[in-house]
């Protein structure tokens, strides 16, 4: 399983599936990030926090650990 945490920056992956439950799921899902949506990484801080990405036109930061929960392909 590969997360958009292990993404290098400038590559675009599609995601795959989205784990996690509850608020934490929905929190990312109300980003724009679900099933099949292509997500492009910006920038990743110094310290892996936050991932900055770019998702359907929108640009977003995401903190590391909602990155984990993210399976891409």
Do not use: F, N, Q, W
Not at 32 to 50: C, F, N
Request: glycine share 10%; no cysteine; charged share 35%.
């Amino acid at each position: 399983m590969k997360t958009l945490r292990e993404t290098p920056v400038g590559a675009s992956v599609k995601v795959k599936k989205l784990h996690g439950e509850g608020a934490v799921k929905r929190r990312i899902m109300d980003m724009g990030i679900t099933k099949g949506v292509e997500i492009s990484v910006r920038k990743v801080a110094p310290l892996g926090d936050p991932v900055e990405i770019t998702v359907r036109g929108y640009e977003l930061s995401l903190r590391k650990a909602d990155a984990e929960m993210i399976e891409v392909e």
